[in-house]
């Protein structure tokens, strides 16, 4: 069983840069086994792929909507995948979701993570 639990949502103006973060309680393997994802949903709208990151890092892989402003990286001894936003969009605006999956992948499909965090919200102004 893993658990996920993302925190370090919150407000922001757009060019304000944020941090979230997810912590996996994993039992059975380490994190440094499961690849880690990132997702949003603004409302209205379908959940999307943001980034993702296999295992130990070795690959990551990011919506074309962030390349360039947001940044995926874990720290395994912490146990933590984190989102690193910069020049943040009123766009931006919306739940983000942590996933893992036991497959070491960085696809974008979210039927590819099997263990979801609750969500945290993220709200842009402008």
């Known amino acids: 069983q893993v658990e996920v639990a993302e925190s370090g949502g919150g407000l922001a103006q757009a060019g304000d840069s944020l941090r979230v973060s997810c912590v996996a309680s994993v039992s059975e393997r380490a994190l440094s086994s499961y690849s880690g994802a990132w997702f949003r949903q603004a409302p209205g709208k379908e959940r999307e792929f943001v980034a993702s990151?296999?295992?130990?890092?070795?690959?990551?892989n990011y919506a074309d909507s962030v390349k360039g402003r947001f940044s995926i990286f874990r720290d395994d001894a912490k146990n933590t995948v984190y989102l690193q936003m910069r020049s943040l969009k009123p766009e931006d605006s919306a739940v983000y979701y942590c996933a893992v999956s036991p497959v070491n992948w960085v696809g974008p499909q979210i039927s590819g993570y099997e263990y979801w965090g609750q969500g945290i919200p993220i709200t842009v102004s402008s």
């Open positions: 990151i296999s295992w130990s890092g070795g690959s990551v």
